[in-house]
């Protein structure tokens, strides 16, 4: 690092790459040095439509490692990939800023973070929707104990309509569907406010009845789909919280239901979203018994209603270019993230299994 400059490089010139070279390029604190996309010519592409003609591009990392000497990268590849880059790229001395979720089996997720504590680089992942203000005020009331014990979640949310294409829909490149695309979020926003308690155990299943119909895909997306369009899943984790959890890319219902997260003292309900890609989808309601037990539901105000949500992702670079110019730590941990992805590799497991498996994350 020079001059409190970051030199970067972004490795995976697809769909949300652009978003990371957006934020990066309003970061008085980076210059993106280097472009990587396996596909020839596509990280050029790239560097062209984003105005970035000095930048060198690459068609594999080792290469782009080799000439380049680079403080951080963007790992923006489809998810079966994200652990060999990340790896790669903190083995070379950068930091790592990488998408969701963080992989596709909890081995990969391991890897990384070992990865990380070998080579002392920061790993942050690429949650936006922590930094959205409904988040942090979930976050707040959780923290503040205004629930008391929690000790049930449903999470719902997911799409009636809303099967992607792309790399998306094949185990080649994605690995897992709708359980890790949108189904990560699902469960960020659920256990983060609870300081990501530990699971234990697992049962679920999914399907994959829609991405392979004409009614519900494109012809040349239901020919190659084999990834899950639905999972539901039952966790339990220590100290007696249990998550009802469900995700869809697609099902004859307008929502699976809200998130709720019953405490003890109160209980509140999260708007679900088809995504969950912002936060929460809208203002929050408590539920409780006052003093002389009367039943009080309880709209929390928007603590900012004007909130520009597409800053959320100059936000999450922000954070980590932060961090790297100061040493970390990561603004979203491993040590959180590799629980969200032991809970995905769980449901997998237990889906495939057809029985309640347990779920152990190894010492790091
Ligand atoms: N945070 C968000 O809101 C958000 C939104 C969309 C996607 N994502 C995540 O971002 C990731 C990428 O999604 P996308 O829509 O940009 O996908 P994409 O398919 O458009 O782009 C991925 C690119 O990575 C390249 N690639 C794959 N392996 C590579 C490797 N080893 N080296 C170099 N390049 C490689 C591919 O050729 C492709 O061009 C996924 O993990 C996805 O879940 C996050």
Same mark, same amino acid.
């Given at each position: ?17 652009g ?26 592409e ?19 490692f080799e ?22 790229a ?48 979930? &976050?707040e009331?959780v !923290?503040? +104990?205004?629930?008391?014990?929690v *000790? =049930?979640?449903?999470?719902? $949310?997911?799409?009636? #309509? ?6 998306f ?12 695309d ?9 256990l ?39 999972a539901?899943a ?16 697609a ?12 405490g ?8 679900s979203?088809? &995504?969950?890609?912002? !936060?929460p +989808?809208?203002?929050?309601?408590l *539920? =409780?018994?006052?003093r002389? $037990?009367?039943?009080? #539901? ?6 900012d ?28 941990p491993?040590?959180q ?5 032991a ?15 347990d ?6």
């Open positions: 690092m020079t001059d409190n400059l970051l030199k970067i490089g972004i490795i995976g010139c697809g769909g949300i790459a978003l990371h070279v957006n934020s990066y390029k309003q970061n008085p604190h980076t210059e993106i040095a280097a472009f990587c996309d396996v596909i020839p010519g596509k990280a050029r790239m560097a062209t439509r984003k105005k970035l003609p000095d930048a060198r591009c690459y068609e594999n990392i080792a290469e782009m000439r380049e000497k680079l403080d951080a990268v963007s790992v923006c590849t489809y998810n079966a990939t994200h652990a060999e880059c990340a790896v790669y903190m083995e070379h001395g950068a930091h790592v800023l990488l998408e969701k979720p963080m992989a596709v089996t909890l081995e990969e997720g391991l890897s990384m973070a070992r990865a990380e504590k070998a080579t002392g680089m920061i790993l942050s992942h690429g949650f936006q929707p922590r930094y959205a203000p409904l988040t942090r005020q979930l &976050c009331v !923290g503040s +104990g205004r629930l008391g014990d *000790y =049930y979640i449903q999470t719902g $949310g997911g799409r009636r #309509s809303g099967i992607p294409g792309g790399t829909i094949e185990k080649r490149t994605a690995g897992i569907g709708a359980i890790g949108i189904g990560c979020y699902a469960i960020d926003l659920a983060n406010p609870l300081g990501y308690p530990k699971p234990l155990t697992v049962t679920a299943d999914k399907s994959d009845y829609f991405g392979r119909s004409l009614k519900y895909s494109e012809p040349e997306n239901a020919a190659r789909f084999d990834v899950d369009d639905f539901s039952y966790i339990r984790f220590e100290g007696g919280l249990v998550m009802d959890f469900r995700i869809a890319w099902m004859n219902m307008d929502t699976s239901g809200d998130m709720l997260m019953l003890r003292d109160a209980g509140i309900r999260i708007p979203t088809e &995504c969950w890609n912002r !936060g +989808g809208g203002q929050m309601t *539920y =409780y018994r006052n002389i $037990g009367m039943e009080v #539901s309880e709209i929390l105000p928007d603590p209603p004007d909130f520009n949500y597409e800053s959320l992702f100059a936000r999450k670079v922000d954070a980590f270019v932060d961090a790297g110019l100061n040493g970390g730590p990561a603004p979203i491993t040590k993230i590799i629980v969200n992805q809970v995905l590799d769980g449901i997998v497991r237990s889906a495939e299994a057809g029985r309640e498996i779920i152990v994350i190894p010492e790091v």
